[in-house]
């Protein structure tokens, strides 16, 4: 899928509370704790039509290896969220300025959508990343669309106007 600039939009995103499952480790391992967090969201009938699913991406640090890897599975809540044995926490995703990118297809090309944000979008945009990590939202997802109908919005946060 090729970006271009008219792609993206700017937008001011309130504050999303947040149920989160946190993965720290190798991808290969993000399967048993993406079933982890579908066992906790069935337990509390949170299920994506009814609990919006957000995803929070975290860079590999400078050197880091794949068991570096980071990404926090979320959905959005109401109510606090009880300790559990899933491991889930409450938490928030900041609100503010966000430019944002759909990404549609499999997420094997979510790289090239962020890079695009980074690379390109970003230098001649005039605008100051804010020292938050990207999230996206997940609006239509495998296995209830084929992979490459999947939806997800991009947010990347921006320093608000001066």
């Known amino acids: 899928m090729r970006f271009h600039r008219a792609d993206v939009r700017i937008v001011e995103q309130p504050a999303i509370r947040v149920a989160v499952l946190a993965h720290h480790g190798h991808p290969d391992t993000l399967d048993a704790s993406i079933r982890r967090f579908i066992d906790w969201r069935r337990a509390h009938r949170l299920p994506p039509a009814v609990s919006a699913t957000y995803n929070i991406l975290y860079r590999?640090?400078?050197?880091?290896t794949a068991a570096d890897f980071?990404?926090?599975?979320?959905?959005a809540v109401s109510e606090p969220v009880a300790a559990n044995p899933h491991g889930v926490v409450e938490g928030v995703i900041p609100g503010g300025r966000c430019a944002v990118l759909r990404h549609v297809g499999s997420d094997d090309t979510l790289g090239d959508a962020i890079r695009f944000l980074h690379a390109e979008w970003l230098p001649d945009s005039?605008?100051?990343?804010?020292?938050?990590?990207?999230?996206?939202?997940?609006?239509r997802f495998h296995p209830e669309v084929p992979e490459s109908a999947a939806e997800s919005d991009l947010f990347l946060p921006l320093c608000p106007l001066r």
Request: with cysteine; proline share 8%.
């Open 60 to 64: 590999v640090p400078e050197g880091g």
């Open 70 to 75: 980071r990404l926090d599975l979320c959905a």
């Open 126 to 139: 005039g605008e100051t990343r804010r020292d938050v990590p990207v999230w996206l939202q997940r609006l």
